[in-house]
């Protein structure tokens, strides 16, 4: 069964160097600590300009939600987030520091252990469904979305920004679909953040 979220009822946890917080939408196993998930997703909100914490082993996937946005600056790379809702992946391994752009920062976090599990962050404005998906976790960016439960049973339920699921298939896999609740303008049209997760090695970067 999919297991409901809503980021405005999701506690923050400050940083310890006193540069932001973190919201943890979904950690697998349930209860990880940072250095023993196999996959986690997070929020988080970016006040300060320093270093980002290195995890080696973790692929890393990150996407601006909202705010000015970072220049990302690694060994050999860098990126602007500055463009809300493109995903960017980069290995956890390296040292990568994180600029202002202007103000606080708001960003969508997927790190995945490397060869545990592979799978991508997307932006989706189509219906979805998680059936022969291994796990997984979708949030509302915009709009109305409806979840219809299948066989499993479950109510209908529509979800708006900030609200979503995860999942883990341990055994049937999680019936059901998730659609666009209403139309509206490209202002306003529903967008979801979409991540579908498979066990076993990814391809590299």
Avoid: Y
């Amino acid at each position: 069964m999919p297991v409901f979220f809503d980021l405005a009822a999701t506690p923050a946890t400050p940083w310890k160097n006193g540069g932001g917080s973190t919201q943890e939408l979904a950690c697998w196993p349930p209860g990880a600590d940072m250095n023993a998930f196999e996959w986690r997703v997070s929020l988080a909100t970016v006040d300060r300009p320093g270093p980002f914490s290195v995890f080696p082993g973790i692929d890393r996937q990150i996407m601006l939600l909202g705010g000015d946005g970072l220049h990302l600056r690694g060994p050999g790379w860098e990126h602007g987030l500055d463009q809300r809702w493109q995903p960017f992946a980069f290995p956890g391994d390296d040292a990568v520091d994180g600029a202002m752009l202007g103000g606080t920062s708001k960003d969508f976090n997927l790190m995945l252990r490397r060869g545990a599990w592979h799978g991508a962050l997307q932006v989706a404005g189509e219906a979805r469904a998680p059936a022969g998906v291994h796990a997984g976790l979708c949030m509302v960016l915009q709009g109305g979305w409806r979840w219809v439960p299948g066989e499993q049973g479950g109510e209908p339920r529509v979800l708006h920004a900030g609200q979503g699921f995860w999942w883990v298939q341990e055994g049937a896999a999680l019936q059901g679909r998730l659609e666009p609740a209403h139309g509206g303008s490209a202002a306003d049209a529903p967008a979801l953040a979409w991540i579908a997760l498979e066990r076993g090695s990814r391809t590299e970067f």
